[in-house]
């Protein structure tokens, strides 16, 4: 029921804008890079070090020294630069990026984020997330509305140890498009062939249902 990955990544190509500069975090929001409008120009930043990313590579014509955050082989666009991570943090932090795009565990209905430690679990590191959600003025969270367990990733409050406090502005799931406001959820769309009731059922957070809400439009 409702949008795969590729779907969710379309969805949110449709809030980059002409002229921004933007961010993508590992998982889902590397795809969205793929399906931004041809019309428009779009700088993508990673933070391990280049700012003009293209889209991923067709099989055969990877260059294992052109990648992304996440490790990803990646292409880039004429113009692109390469710098090293000091600078690509000043960037972050110097609030220079227009858009950032994150994935996540878990979401609370205040905007707060956990997306980098599940408690008991080896990690390498926080990454690059703590700085971007503690600099970046927009951000987009892509991630599955509940977990293999089918239980809500959507919370009134996070579980899971947070990775930025009151940052989060919009999340798009498989099942809807939702803004956070004051109140907690705001549902904007819904993903083809869900219903209302559907997301009303995944959702644990508090969620703000206003009028007929309409079905997203991906392609």
Same mark, same amino acid.
């Given at each position: 029921?409702g949008?795969?990955?590729?779907g969710?990544?379309?969805? /949110? !190509?449709?809030?980059?804008?002409? *002229?921004?500069f933007v961010?993508?975090?590992? %998982?889902?929001?590397? $795809?969205? =890079?793929?399906?931004?409008?041809?019309d428009?120009?779009?700088?993508?930043?990673?933070?391990?070090?280049?700012?003009?990313?293209?889209p991923?590579?067709?099989?055969?014509?990877?260059?294992?020294?052109v990648i992304?955050?996440?490790k990803?082989?990646i292409?880039?666009l004429?113009?692109?630069?390469?710098?090293?991570?000091?600078?690509?943090?000043?960037?972050i932090?110097g609030?220079?990026v227009?858009?950032?795009?994150?994935?996540?565990?878990?979401?609370?209905?205040?905007?707060? /984020? !956990?997306?980098?430690?599940?408690? *008991?679990?080896?990690?390498?590191?926080?990454? %690059?997330?703590m700085? $971007?959600v =503690?600099s970046?003025?927009?951000?987009i969270?892509?991630?599955?509305?509940?977990?293999?367990?089918?239980?809500s990733?959507l919370?009134?409050?996070?579980s899971?140890?947070?990775t930025?406090?009151g940052?989060?502005?919009?999340?798009v799931?498989?099942?809807?498009?939702?803004e956070i406001?004051?109140e907690?959820?705001?549902?904007?769309e819904?993903?083809?062939g869900?219903t209302?009731?559907?997301?009303?059922?995944?959702?644990?957070?508090?969620?703000?249902?206003?009028?007929?809400?309409?079905?997203?439009?991906?392609?």
């Amino acid at each position: 029921m409702g949008l795969d990955k590729i779907g969710i990544a379309k969805r /949110i !190509a449709k809030e980059v804008k002409d *002229g921004y500069f933007v961010n993508l975090g590992i %998982g889902i929001p590397t $795809l969205v =890079a793929n399906y931004v409008r041809d019309d428009i120009s779009v700088e993508f930043q990673s933070e391990n070090g280049v700012l003009g990313m293209g889209p991923f590579p067709f099989e055969g014509e990877e260059d294992a020294d052109v990648i992304n955050a996440g490790k990803q082989t990646i292409t880039t666009l004429p113009g692109a630069s390469f710098f090293d991570s000091a600078l690509s943090f000043g960037m972050i932090r110097g609030q220079h990026v227009d858009l950032t795009i994150l994935g996540a565990m878990e979401v609370a209905e205040n905007g707060d /984020i !956990a997306n980098w430690k599940i408690p *008991g679990k080896m990690v390498k590191g926080m990454g %690059g997330a703590m700085d $971007l959600v =503690a600099s970046a003025e927009n951000i987009i969270v892509a991630m599955m509305h509940v977990n293999k367990a089918g239980e809500s990733k959507l919370l009134k409050r996070c579980s899971l140890p947070l990775t930025g406090v009151g940052c989060v502005k919009k999340v798009v799931t498989e099942l809807a498009v939702l803004e956070i406001v004051p109140e907690g959820f705001k549902l904007l769309e819904r993903a083809p062939g869900v219903t209302v009731e559907d997301i009303i059922k995944a959702t644990e957070g508090n969620l703000i249902i206003e009028g007929e809400i309409p079905e997203m439009v991906i392609d």
